[in-house]
């Protein structure tokens, strides 16, 4: 099983340095994990290093291809409010 | 504050910028020991009186970030957005240098290089160290300073020692992790994530470890603070006793920038930000505390020129590439115009001011006349010298009796250039005039009929008769014109409802 980087990272570059087992790797249009090389840092930290320092929420999947961090748990803004105040925006 | 009578006592204020172009009795850099003030005195971002003369560029090397604040929003990236930490271009070290070596041949009066993002530097310590390792070999003559959230600092101090790097500024929003939990939402310490509370007593700690490490080295330290209403605006006083106890030099407090559309927490959840008004007056008890800056414009973290002037676009990557850069030869020619801005600043320390004479003169009289504030449109040089219609921002001052001094800086059409993507229908000049409130006069070289009559609406009085002149005199001479004719007995007429 392998985490695994989305289109909606922003290239920040903070995970890259983190992983023990250099799996991630500069890309275009955004950062990529070598599915062979993640040992979702089994054995290493209690908790998988890319995901806990990211700061896109979606930008990283799981092994089980579920979003590590989920609308809301990094901003604190409820996903309600956000979509609502997208909405008005785009009503101007 | 009390009066100042210029070249009364040169040898007490000797190199300091005690006259002319600062013109303020309140001087913030006469509390400082020589050494400080004279590692400050050139510093456009530290320095009132330097940045009419002198310029600072940041390079946008430092990506990642180790913490989140809530009024930042690390997916923004928009050429429309001039808040700090928002840049476009990110560069790695060997382009940041060849940038920085391109700006300083053609722009002589940038002296200082900052890395303050667009993440946190000390959290990229390899892409921070190795640009400033190259700089401080290469263009000697280039001052290098460093922002930083804190949390990676302590760890970070003996390097920065190392590179000989005497400016670091801190973010300091808090001192009491109740707070911080309303303002940081995590911090990655240990290799962890960590939330709320737990999270901002780690960041504060790291801080004040940072702080007090930076000044047991003899480095400069700078406190920044961003004002959130209703959040940190009382706590504020309190971290200003806290750092100004602990050694930094400087306490910068910011407004919160907050719009649903930057899509930070802050923004989104319909958090304020602070009047002028708010600011001011923080601003103000905050410096019965400790010396306090005012004049940052919250520049945008890769800008290049002058303070509140971008020049960026002349030096974007692909058109530095072409350049061909004999930093020998610039070097030499920049301190040929270092040599002649010093000369000019001292000329001007050393001119008797017939403004403060006037206004010494308006004291005598013993008529007690109010405080009144006015904005100047200028585009660099100390000097009263913009079109209204042509100014991104106006500078601030106040003007007593006792003395003129330099308040704020308000952006005009703030960030965004966007019109209609951005705001509402409200036009450009109406909302210009808006952000003027609570001034009485704008002073600028020259003014147009429409905003004229809009600004008179609003009990602006425009000025264009003092254009070329030093700041601090042209403020001084329109308020004795204003006391003269007996405006400044009575407390202002309010002509519009103030927030
Ligand atoms: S889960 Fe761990 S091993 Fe896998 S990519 Fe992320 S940091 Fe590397
Ligand atoms: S930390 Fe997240 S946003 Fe940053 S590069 Fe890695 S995956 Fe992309």
């Given at each position: 099983m392998a985490y695994s980087i989305i289109e909606t990272c922003v290239n920040c570059w903070a995970c890259e340095p983190l992983c023990p087992s250099k799996a991630i790797f500069e890309d275009r249009p955004h950062f990529r994990i070598d599915a062979k090389k993640c040992t979702e840092c089994e054995g290493e930290f209690a908790d998988p290093q890319c995901a806990s320092i990211c700061p896109i929420e979606g930008a990283i999947l799981n092994g089980l291809a579920e979003n590590a961090n989920p609308p809301g748990s990094l901003t604190g803004i409820p996903p309600e409010r956000m979509q609502a105040a997208m909405a008005e925006i785009q009503a101007r | 504050m009390e009066l100042t009578v210029l070249g009364q006592d040169a040898s007490e204020q000797a190199g300091g910028c005690s006259s002319g172009s600062c013109g303020s009795s309140g001087d913030q850099m006469s509390h400082l020991p020589d050494e400080i003030r004279k590692k400050v005195e050139n510093h456009p971002c530290y320095s009132e009186e330097a940045h009419h003369h002198f310029a600072r560029m940041h390079v946008a090397v430092a990506p990642a970030c180790n913490i989140q604040c809530h009024y930042c929003n690390r997916k923004y990236d928009c050429a429309n957005e001039s808040r700090p930490g928002v840049v476009s271009e990110l560069l790695n070290p060997d382009q940041a240098v060849k940038k920085v070596m391109a700006v300083a041949a053609n722009i002589p009066q940038m002296t200082v290089l900052g890395i303050a993002g667009p993440g946190d530097p000390l959290a990229n310590p390899e892409r921070t160290f190795d640009t400033f390792q190259q700089l401080t070999e290469k263009a000697p003559d280039i001052k290098l300073c460093v922002s930083t959230n804190g949390l990676a600092l302590p760890a970070q101090v003996e390097e920065l020692s190392k590179h000989n790097i005497d400016h670091v500024t801190i973010t300091i929003n808090c001192v009491d992790p109740e707070i911080g939990a309303k303002i940081y939402p995590w911090v990655f310490w240990n290799n962890r994530r960590i939330k709320g509370k737990k999270g901002a007593k780690i960041l504060i700690r790291q801080q004040q470890k940072g702080l007090e490490m930076l000044v047991a080295k003899g480095i400069l330290v700078k406190v920044n603070s961003v004002m959130i209403p209703g959040v940190n605006d009382e706590h504020l006083k309190e971290v200003s006793r806290v750092v100004k106890e602990k050694g930094a030099f400087l306490h910068n407090v910011m407004p919160l920038i907050a719009e649903a559309e930057h899509g930070t927490f802050y923004g989104v959840m319909g958090q304020r930000g602070p009047t002028h008004d708010e600011l001011q007056v923080l601003q103000d008890d905050c410096s019965g505390d400790m010396n306090m800056m005012r004049h940052c414009r919250q520049c945008r973290a890769d800008a290049v020129g002058l303070l509140g002037e971008d020049r960026g676009d002349e030096f974007t990557m692909d058109k530095i590439e072409d350049m061909d850069i004999d930093y020998e030869a610039a070097m030499v020619a920049r301190a040929e115009v270092h040599a002649q801005i010093e000369k000019e600043r001292e000329a001007k320390r050393n001119a008797p001011s017939q403004a403060f004479v006037a206004l010494a003169d308006l004291q005598q009289s013993g008529k007690k006349t109010r405080p009144v504030l006015m904005a100047v449109a200028t585009s660099g040089g100390g000097v009263v010298n913009q079109h209204f219609g042509h100014a991104t921002e106006f500078l601030i001052y106040e003007a007593s009796p006792e003395d003129v001094r330099f308040i704020s800086h308000r952006k005009v059409e703030l960030y965004c250039s966007g019109g209609d993507t951005c705001?509402?229908?409200?036009t450009a000049l109406q909302k210009n005039i808006r952000t003027l409130e609570g001034c009485e006069a704008v002073l600028c070289s020259k003014i147009g009929y429409e905003p004229w009559g809009l600004l008179e609406e609003a009990g602006i009085q425009p000025n264009g008769e003092h254009a070329m002149e030093p700041i601090e005199d042209a403020v001084a001479a329109v308020y004795k014109e204003m006391a003269d004719g007996g405006?400044?007995?009575?407390p202002r007429q309010v002509v519009a409802a103030t927030a």
């Open positions: - | 705001g509402d229908a409200e405006l400044l007995d009575e």
